[in-house]
């Protein structure tokens, strides 16, 4: 089946496809997506005890995985979407009890670990993570909200992964490189807005 | 513009040789302002994707509930329907407010927080004390940024726990993302906060109102009475309420 925007619930190659675009076309693979699956929420309900948010929240990080595995390449085809999307989501479910069981959960992770951290060799990482536990998220937060909408779309589109070609179909640019000097540009002015307000 | 973004880009790109990021890496345990650039790279970038994926969270929020609704249908026999009409034609907001009973029958409790949410707690208000994280936050709330206000007031928290606006902004924001359970946490730690007017018990009332699951509204109502004998903030709301259900 051809993707359509008219069509809202696609087949799962359509969807595949779909989530390897840019644009509406990749939102409305996303959507299409998260509602081919959705009665995985009540089975989280039902299988699990979990609540409506918990199942909720549990699916939607299911389907966040799932678009950023597909977009990497981890996902290779060899199961059904299906399968490999319950399987994930089984696991999200069994780590959400085990976090409740244990009460580990806080109200907000200062940062998450990032895998760009573990690029760095240990001296360097060690360094760079005490750094990062001090940097005030929520002035960093202000500063990029004030930042202007296109520089925040674009900050946005690059930290989910797309490269600077796609960007440059998404936001209307030239190019991949004037995507990549914008973007710069926009970070360089984020660090000295949030340095101007720190000091 | 510095050049070092540029180069920053690079090594997490790979497109450097072995030797030049050995190079880098050693750079950063020898430079500790290079560091911080280094650091500041990839909070941005782990800030970006956190609001990234905020704001599809929200969009799948809206898909879901739009499909899977968690109200409950009207209670059998009542009057609701007719009255509801009745409530927006006869000023909904000074009726809310002054906890004045127009109705004659009785409301359904997930209606009536329906009601006061829409009447008010569409903004907060700013003050008009320094800017600081709350009123960002604030400002957010008000865009209807609820992804990124939240995130805002979260962050308070984290910092200190005791910062009891925070944690009723938190709360709000919750209860206007459908995040019935994030929501109750915030109020329930809010009431056993010592305050000179805790609005906690009462916010309580309201999610589990709006919630609607089996039970809540009992819970509801008994809280409501709490507030009511307690004296608690917004009383003659809750007192008017009780009145009605």
Same mark, same amino acid.
């Given at each position: 089946?051809?993707?359509?925007?008219?069509?809202?619930?696609?087949?799962?190659?359509?969807?595949?496809?779909?989530?390897?675009?840019?644009?509406?076309?990749?939102?409305?693979?996303?959507?299409?997506?998260?509602?081919?699956?959705?009665?995985?929420?009540?089975?989280?309900?039902?299988?699990?005890?979990?609540?409506?948010?918990?199942?909720?929240?549990?699916?939607?990080?299911?389907?966040?995985?799932?678009?950023?595995?597909?977009?990497?390449?981890?996902?290779?085809?060899?199961?059904?979407?299906?399968?490999?999307?319950?399987?994930?989501?089984?696991?999200?479910?069994?780590?959400?009890?085990?976090?409740?069981?244990?009460?580990?959960?806080?109200?907000?992770?200062?940062?998450?670990?990032?895998?760009?951290?573990?690029?760095?060799?240990?001296?360097?990482?060690?360094?760079?993570?005490?750094?990062?536990?001090?940097?005030?998220?929520?002035?960093?937060?202000?500063?990029?909200?004030? /930042?202007?909408?296109?520089?925040?779309?674009?900050?946005?589109?690059?930290?989910?992964?797309?490269?600077?070609?796609?960007?440059?179909?998404?936001?209307?640019?030239?190019?991949?490189?004037?995507?990549?000097?914008?973007?710069?540009?926009?970070?360089?002015? /984020?660090?000295?807005?949030?340095?101007?307000?720190?000091? | 513009?510095?050049?070092?973004?540029?180069?920053?880009?690079?090594?997490?790109?790979?497109?450097?040789?072995?030797?030049?990021?050995?190079?880098?890496?050693?750079?950063?345990?020898?430079?500790?302002?290079?560091?911080?650039?280094?650091?500041?790279?990839?909070?941005?970038?782990?800030?970006?994707?956190?609001?990234?994926? $905020?704001?599809?969270?929200?969009?799948?929020?809206?898909?879901?509930?739009?499909?899977?609704?968690?109200?409950?249908?009207?209670?059998?026999?009542?009057?609701?329907?007719?009255?509801?009409?009745?409530?927006?034609?006869?000023? +909904?907001?000074? +009726?809310?407010?002054?906890?004045?009973?127009?109705?004659?029958?009785?409301?359904?409790?997930?209606?009536?927080?329906?009601?006061? +949410?829409?009447?008010?707690?569409?903004?907060?208000?700013?003050?008009?004390?320094?800017?600081?994280?709350?009123?960002?936050?604030?400002?957010?709330?008000?865009?209807?940024?609820?992804?990124?206000?939240? +995130?805002?007031?979260?962050?308070?928290?984290?910092?200190?726990?005791?910062?009891?606006? $925070?944690?009723?902004? $938190?709360?709000?924001?919750?209860?206007?993302?459908?995040?019935?359970?994030?929501?109750?946490?915030?109020?329930?730690?809010?009431?056993?906060?010592?305050?000179?007017?805790?609005?906690?018990?009462?916010?309580?009332?309201?999610?589990?109102?709006?919630?609607?699951?089996?039970?809540?509204?009992?819970?509801?109502?008994?809280?409501?009475?709490?507030?009511?004998?307690?004296?608690?903030?917004?009383?003659?709301? $809750?007192?008017?309420?009780?009145?009605?259900?």
């Amino acid at each position: 089946m051809a993707l359509s925007e008219s069509n809202p619930q696609l087949t799962e190659d359509a969807i595949v496809e779909g989530l390897r675009q840019t644009g509406t076309i990749r939102i409305k693979a996303e959507e299409s997506l998260f509602k081919t699956f959705d009665y995985f929420i009540k089975e989280g309900i039902r299988n699990h005890s979990l609540t409506r948010e918990e199942s909720f929240d549990a699916y939607s990080d299911t389907v966040l995985s799932a678009i950023d595995k597909i977009n990497d390449g981890t996902f290779e085809g060899r199961s059904s979407l299906k399968t490999w999307i319950y399987r994930i989501f089984q696991n999200k479910c069994v780590d959400l009890l085990r976090k409740k069981s244990t009460n580990k959960q806080s109200i907000h992770q200062t940062q998450e670990i990032s895998g760009l951290l573990y690029m760095l060799s240990d001296n360097a990482r060690t360094i760079v993570q005490k750094m990062m536990e001090n940097t005030d998220m929520e002035l960093l937060m202000k500063r990029l909200q004030q /930042l202007g909408e296109q520089c925040k779309k674009m900050l946005l589109a690059w930290a989910d992964g797309l490269p600077d070609r796609e960007i440059a179909t998404l936001l209307e640019y030239k190019t991949a490189d004037v995507v990549k000097t914008s973007r710069l540009r926009c970070m360089e002015k /984020l660090r000295q807005q949030y340095k101007d307000h720190k000091s | 513009m510095s050049d070092n973004l540029s180069y920053i880009e690079d090594y997490f790109n790979k497109s450097l040789s072995p030797e030049e990021t050995r190079l880098f890496e050693e750079r950063i345990t020898a430079e500790p302002a290079f560091a911080e650039e280094v650091s500041f790279y990839i909070s941005t970038r782990n800030l970006a994707k956190q609001q990234s994926v $905020a704001e599809k969270k929200a969009r799948f929020r809206a898909l879901y509930d739009a499909s899977e609704p968690a109200k409950v249908v009207e209670m059998p026999g009542s009057k609701t329907r007719t009255w509801r009409l009745v409530a927006i034609a006869a000023s +909904i907001i000074s +009726i809310v407010v002054l906890g004045v009973v127009f109705f004659k029958s009785d409301r359904h409790p997930n209606e009536l927080a329906d009601e006061y +949410i829409k009447e008010n707690l569409e903004e907060i208000s700013p003050s008009m004390s320094v800017q600081d994280s709350l009123e960002a936050g604030k400002q957010l709330y008000n865009k209807k940024d609820y992804a990124g206000a939240l +995130i805002i007031f979260e962050s308070i928290l984290n910092r200190d726990h005791r910062q009891s606006r $925070a944690r009723e902004y $938190a709360g709000i924001v919750s209860l206007q993302m459908n995040n019935y359970d994030k929501a109750l946490s915030h109020f329930s730690e809010l009431e056993e906060t010592r305050l000179e007017s805790n609005p906690g018990k009462f916010y309580h009332a309201l999610t589990l109102m709006k919630r609607d699951q089996p039970g809540d509204n009992e819970l509801a109502k008994k809280l409501l009475q709490e507030v009511v004998d307690q004296h608690l903030w917004n009383e003659d709301v $809750a007192a008017a309420w009780l009145k009605k259900w």
